[in-house]
């Protein structure tokens, strides 16, 4: 076997072992964002339970990030065949919607935070600020409350007998704390990504590498990129 060849097949295994790496990352990802939600699911319905309006920026952080999915894509496919320059743009843009992203999600937290919804969830059920009905509504094990006079009720109880602010008083908001849970942890493995992003922007511009071989890339496109594609679809508020 001659060098070149030895050198080229030593290139596609270290490539294989690191596509392999990639997916048993991506896999964890899945099932830690999985295993949330359904801690999540069952939660709700053991309890009370508080039904958050999500604010309107994680409404724009779920465009921006999807937005940045296609243009990556876009991005891959033009480097592929050939577009380096342009695909080191697109790429750019790309890294451009997901800090985007990343900064409606922190103002999502803001709105969250100032409405009385805290990571810890300590600040008691009572305190949450808003409309009720519009900002935020509650259940009792599935059932829904109803709001009258300052008093929570089952929806249940036609009579309004029993009131039930006592017991909801010191209730801890679970509800705020798997919110932020699952989006701190989004954004923690979306920074990776970024950083991914980040590189093959500046190696692009710079030529560093030849973006025209895309094998040269593949494998910083796979640990890099591909854990921003990985948490699409987990929480995107």
Known sequence: MSTAEAAAEDLAMRHSARRLL???????????????TSAYIVSSGSGYWVWLR???AFLYSTVAIVLSSVVLQIAYTTTKKGGGKRG?????LALALGLAFTYFQFEGFGDLYARGNSLA????????KGTYGEDFTMSRKGVPLV??????F?????ARETILNAEIEELWN????YLYMLTLLHLAHLALGLVGLLVMVVKGIWAAIPLRN????????STGISSVDCGYSSFCS
């Open 22 to 36: 990639v997916k048993l990352i991506c896999f964890a990802i899945v099932m830690l964002f999985a295993g949330l």
């Open 54 to 56: 999500l604010p309107q």
């Open 88 to 92: 080191a743009l697109l790429t750019a």
């Open 121 to 128: 969830g300590d600040g008691g059920v009572l305190n949450i």
């Open 147 to 152: 709001f009258e006079d300052g008093k929570y």
């Open 154 to 158: 089952l929806e249940t109880d036609a």
């Open 174 to 177: 679970g509800s705020s704390s």
């Open 214 to 221: 895309i094998s040269d890339i593949g494998a910083e496109r």
